[in-house]
Each structure stands twice: as C-alpha cells, then as structure tokens.
C-alpha cells in the first residue's frame, strides 16, 4: 500500500484560497508601505507574479479548478451592490435613469468607435464596449471603505455603478446573436440561448429573493441567523445557476435589487458582512491580476490604452453633462464620474462568459479586457479616492493618523443636493 502522497501535490481550492489570501496580503502590505501604490494593485501585481505569466505557482488547471471561489467572491459583490439598487426610489427619481442610460449609451459609442480605429472587428468591438459599461464595485466599495466615505455622493453613485452593471449586462445580452450569427451558429440559438440566460437568470434571482425575503420575516426574531441565510442564499444561487447554465454575475445582483425593494423594515438588507468580507476584495484581484497574459497585452497595448482613455472620457463626461443638463451641481457629477471609471468584477466575469461561448474570438477579448481592467484597477483607486475628496465625503486624516468626518460640500449652495 503506497501511504505516500503523490508529488508533484496537487494545488486544490482550498488550498489555492489560501495561498491567494496569502500572496494578496503581501502585496497589499507592499502597496501599504508605499503610500503611491493602491493596495489593489498590490493584489494584482503578486496574482501576475504568482499566475501562469509570472512563477507559475497558481497554474491554469488551479485556477480553472478554483473558479468556484471566484463565482462566490463576485456572488457576495454583486449581492451587495445589488442593495444599493431600490427600484422603487429609482423608479421616482427618473433623473438617475436618465443620467445612467446616457451614459452607457455614450460609453458603448465611445468604446466602439475606439476599437473600430484598430480595425476590431464589428461584433467583438460591440461585445467589448457592451462589457465597457459595466464599473467596478468592488473598487468603489473598498475605497469608500478605506476612506470612510459617507454621502450624497457616495449612496448615488452606489445606485449609478449598479444599474450601469445591470445595464451592461443587457447590453452584453443584444449583443450575443450577432457574436451567435458570426460563429455560424444556427437561428434557433441564436434566438433561444440569449434570452434563456437573460430570462432564466431575471426569473430564479427573483424567485430566489422572494425566498430570502420570507424566510428572513419568519426569523426576524433570531437575528443571528441573518448571515447563513444570505450566504446560503447566495451560494445555492450560485451553484444552481451554474447548473442551470445561467448567469452567475446577473442571478447574485438581481436576488440584491429584489430584497432591497421588497423590504419595508430593514432585516437582511442592512445586514453587515464585517471585516471578513475584505478577504473576498483580495482574492477577487490577486485571480484578476494572475488571468493575465502579458505577451497578448503586449500585442494589444495600443487598443488597450485607447480603449482607456476614450472609456474615461465618455464615464466623466456622460455623468457630468447629464447631470449639469438636470440641473444637478456640477462637482457632485463629475465626482460620479470619476468615481464610475473603474472596471473589474462583472468585465472579468462577461469576458470570461464570452470566452467560453465564442472560443475562436477568446484571445482577442481577454487580452483587450482584462489589459483595460489591469489599467482601469490600477488608476482607478486612487482616482476614487481623489472624486471621494473632491466630493467633500472622504474622512480627513490628521497628523496623528485618527479621521475626522468629512468636509460639508465646498461649492454646494443652500438647498442645493450632490449626485
């Protein structure tokens, strides 16, 4: 009987988990120590060194085989963004719909005439703008985190970064029977496959939301159980959406939207997730940062940056134009807009989704992808960290490292509200 273990050992999940966790507290001490550097981008930066293109530590079957991890990271993201979505209150103030679809619109536009000066192809240039639209919530919520931000603007751009998810996600959607057509894909799948996963994906987030409502009322008395009956929520939407062949990023932010809008008393919806919930932060980017492949970045630079700097543009612009036009004041808007250029959880998720529906364009859009949200995650936290100041709604540090609350807004005259 051989009692000895197999070598070379097996990197399992569990294990993957923790040597992510591991790898990222480093980098993010690095980057702490260096008071320039972004810790998410420490993260980053030790996942490229760790992942396939740097020592190889974390292998592509590891990573392949520790995606559940992720799905699960982005669940708990997505769901807590998702309670920033109230369709009622949204539903009421038309001015944030209006603000968001423009914006997206012009996004998707800019992006798309970006890619089409690089001769990208007319479908995968759609499929990566679609992508575009979505902003990050992990990096809005780590740094409203970071630098105790409480406000206007802070809660509006909350609802802004979700419904651009939700928005790029339906965008994403139109776009896949024309990625479907050009693959050479029959009518019916073209037809059937994006509106099961869109629907399907609407209809068990729902289902699955109106579960979780009910069970939390009956309950309510025993608040300590408000925890395992989201997390469990969460992680069986998860693998039944993956059973299901739905989307694992639409499912968690829908079952977030419906809770938040069937709630009258706050009973899971305010529920805090505490310091724990960070770990998911670090090993959501240090998997980001050790996706990437650095030879296709290189091939892919040029469009890369272009793609950056025209999504940048159309991000502040659309937010601060619209919301001028409303009559909304103008540094609360293009605080907004800064604050909307990060890009990371659901693009990584999208062009992963991509990847595995369309093999023959995969190269294409994760090099352009993830090499803009390498970009995007690296200038974004300190971009939101400045908009957090500029808004007036960052915690102020003294000299002796203790924060005070926020500055009241600069330039908002009586009466007037930040976006």
Avoid at 92 to 121: G, Q
Avoid at 252 to 280: N, T, Y
Wanted: proline share 5%; with cysteine; charged share 10%.
């Amino acid at each position: 009987m051989n009692y000895l273990p197999d070598w070379p050992i097996t990197i399992t999940p569990f294990m993957a988990f923790g040597l992510m966790l591991l790898m990222g507290a480093m980098g993010g001490y690095v980057a702490h120590r260096v008071s320039w550097i972004p810790s998410i981008t420490g993260f980053m930066a030790v996942g490229v060194l760790f992942g396939p293109s740097g020592i190889g530590l974390l292998s592509p079957e590891t990573m392949a085989n520790s995606r559940i991890i992720i799905d699960i990271a982005l669940a708990l993201i997505l769901y807590r963004l998702g309670l920033s979505l109230d369709i009622k209150q949204v539903w009421r103030s038309h001015d944030l719909l209006m603000i968001s679809a423009l914006e997206s619109l012009v996004t998707f536009c800019a992006v798309f005439l970006a890619l089409d000066l690089f001769h990208i192809e007319p479908v995968i240039a759609a499929l990566v703008a679609a992508i575009s639209i979505s902003s990050s919530p992990a990096v809005l919520l780590h740094v409203a985190h970071e630098v105790k931000a409480k406000g206007e603007v802070t809660e509006t751009t909350k609802t802004l970064v979700a419904l651009n998810n939700l928005l790029s996600f339906l965008a994403f959607s139109a776009v896949l029977p024309a990625m479907h057509l050009a693959a050479g894909a029959r009518l019916r799948t073209v037809i059937i496959q994006p509106l099961y996963q869109l629907l399907g994906s609407l209809l068990l987030g729902a289902a699955l939301a109106y579960g979780l409502h009910i069970l939390s009322l009956k309950t309510h008395r025993a608040p300590q159980y408000k925890l395992a009956l989201v997390i469990g929520t969460l992680m069986f939407a998860t693998g039944l959406a993956h059973e299901l062949k739905l989307s694992l990023l639409l499912v968690p932010l829908v079952i977030g939207v419906v809770v938040m809008s069937l709630e009258r008393e706050k009973i899971v919806s305010d529920l805090e997730f505490g310091s724990a919930f960070e770990l998911f932060f670090v090993v959501l980017f240090v998997f980001a940062g050790a996706g990437l492949h650095l030879d296709e970045l290189v091939q892919y630079a040029p469009v890369v940056l272009m793609l950056v700097v025209a999504r940048s543009l159309a991000k502040v612009a659309g937010v601060a134009g619209t919301s001028e036009y409303l009559g909304r004041p103008r540094r609360g808007g293009f605080s907004s807009g800064l604050l909307l250029i990060p890009m990371a959880g659901l693009a990584i998720g999208l062009a992963q989704t991509s990847s595995t529906l369309f093999p023959a364009h995969s190269s294409v859009v994760t090099a352009i992808v993830l090499g803009a949200v390498t970009v995007f995650e690296t200038m974004g936290p300190p971009i939101a960290a400045f908009a957090f100041k500029f808004a007036g709604e960052a915690a102020i540090k003294q000299d002796d490292g203790e924060q005070t609350a926020p500055h009241p807004k600069i330039d908002a005259q009586p009466g007037e509200e930040s976006i």
